[in-house]
């Protein structure tokens, strides 16, 4: 009987482990290139959301500043004094930014409201918070709308200028001549990655 040559007989068991560690070692390479470019592409993604994130909050805050109005809001709580304008730094989970802004867009007169919207910003468990009401004089049973502009906020700096002064509070009642707005409004938003954003609008209905 004849034997199958050398050249006939196939792998050796050692040749076949060689070329099964060499696979083993390009598949491991292909797959970690493949993680990368994955990570790499969430990376990509969570930067545009959060970019898209920032832009909407600007445009946001910026159209409020440009269409407030020197309408005197009077409270919920039915004691304090009437106000145009108020704003101080946040110390609490209070609204920091309180006002009234026209050009509320309602094609046809369809809803029973103004144009008027009374509206707030708020610093809440790291988040800045944009609350609207449905009119301005709003009772506790009148109803609001709340949306997060910005996440893992650390802090949040305002500034309001009038002329060529700066002041870091305004109160637009009996401290400050209710029909009077500031210039221009400055605010500085701190993130918890130490990255700020800063943006500066002009305040509408001005005299």
């Known amino acids: 009987m004849m034997r199958p040559s050398s050249a006939q007989a196939g792998f050796s068991l050692a040749e076949t482990l060689v070329a099964l560690f060499i696979l083993a070692l390009v598949s491991s390479a292909g797959a970690t290139l493949l993680i990368g470019a994955t990570g790499a592409g969430k990376q990509v993604r969570d930067r545009e959301a959060e970019a898209r994130e920032i832009d909407i909050a600007q445009r946001l805050i910026r159209q409020d500043i440009a269409a407030m109005s020197i309408r005197a809001v009077d409270p919920a709580d039915g004691f304090s004094p009437p106000g145009s304008l108020f704003g101080e730094r946040p110390r609490s989970d209070a609204p920091f930014l309180r006002f009234v802004r026209g050009g509320w867009i309602n094609p046809a007169q369809i809803e029973p409201r103004s144009s008027l919207q009374a509206v707030a910003y708020a610093l809440r468990d790291g988040k800045l918070v944009r609350e609207v009401t449905l009119r301005p004089d709003a009772t ?36 400050q001549a209710r029909e009077i707005l500031p210039d221009l409004i400055e605010i500085a938003v701190t993130f918890e990655n130490e ?13």
């Open 140 to 175: 506790n049973a009148t109803p609001r709308v709340s949306r997060v502009l910005l996440d893992n906020v650390r802090s949040i700096e305002v500034g309001f200028i009038r002329g060529g002064d700066r002041s870091e509070f305004w109160q637009g009642d009996a401290i």
């Open 195 to 207: 990255t700020t954003l800063k943006l500066a609008a002009l305040t509408g209905g001005r005299s």
